[in-house]
């Protein structure tokens, strides 16, 4: 059965003549009526009892005309479904995101692709630190990733969208809490929690701020993540210099001091730069037109959780 006979069919169940049926298809009146005989012959029963006045669908034909509806109608969805995905509005992106980066850009980013990409299905994973991220992205098993340079190789694409300073975190009653503003030189003495690796970006802007501040910092403890390492500051074993954006995800126990002195960490979207994905292209695209990607130098980039808020909406 070849799917220009259906629609053919579906307009004369529809119009119940062949004249205007005809005209809808913009098909001269004969070549329909060959083709519905054509579909009556392949089928082996008549589909229309046809009079001088008028056309009637046989029992048969109501049959096909509402499986002719349904099919025709699937077709239809599956022809804008391509498109959709043909042109990056419909698909799946797997995105991840550095742990404190979750806490601020994951519900904006993801506000802003369901808004203008409705038909994108986003799969998140969060608390992901760059080492990680750059090796999916690498594999293919990543298609973007919200994480914090440098990077190695030429392999992958940045974009940097903010700057975040470290801060201190530290236990609620720890003397440093008290204060509303730390120096680097006022932690050399304490215990440190570090993130599990030797690659972690943030573990080298920590490293960093301490060798410029004359010392060598004792690790107390390692963490996979923000989500273990706060727990270990509220309990006491020791403290942690984060990313500003960490701020967004408080916990009980554990308070927030500036630290005048220490590094700034970059935020960047990360992609392959060979990646042509339709879908990668159009969250590109939505994310630039909402501001992310607002032009900034390191003495303007945002820094603080409401700059960021307003660079993305």
Known sequence: MELRHLRYFAAVAETKHFGRAADRLHLAQPAL?????????????????????????????EFLREEAARILA?????VRGVRRIAEGRQGLLRIAFTGSAAHTLLPRIARTVKRELP????EIHADLLTPAQVAGLTDGSLD??????????????????????????????HPLAEKAEVSM????????????GSRSVVNDAVLRSCREAGFTPTV???????????????????????PAATRAAPLDGVVFRDVSDAAYLDLALAWRTDDTDPALLAVLEVLEAAGLFSPTTPDSAPDSATELDEAVR
Do not use: W
């Not at 006022?186 to 599990?196: A, G, H, K, P």
């Open 185 to 196: 030189a006022d932690l050399r003495t304490e215990d440190f929690i570090l993130f599990v």
């Open 74 to 78: 699937a077709i239809d969805d599956s």
């Open 33 to 61: 009526s060959q083709a519905i005989r054509q579909l009556e012959g392949e089928l082996g029963t008549p589909l229309f009892v046809r009079t001088t006045r008028q056309v009637d669908l046989t029992p048969a034909g």
């Open 144 to 173: 973007l990733g919200v994480l914090r340079p440098p990077t190695s190789g030429d392999a992958l694409t940045l974009r940097t969208i903010a700057r975040d300073p470290l801060v201190l975190a530290v236990a609620a009653d």
């Open 220 to 242: 107390a403890h390692e963490a996979p993540g923000t989500t273990v390492m706060l727990p270990l500051v509220a309990a006491g074993l020791g403290v942690a210099l984060v």
């Open 119 to 122: 038909g994108m299905a986003l």
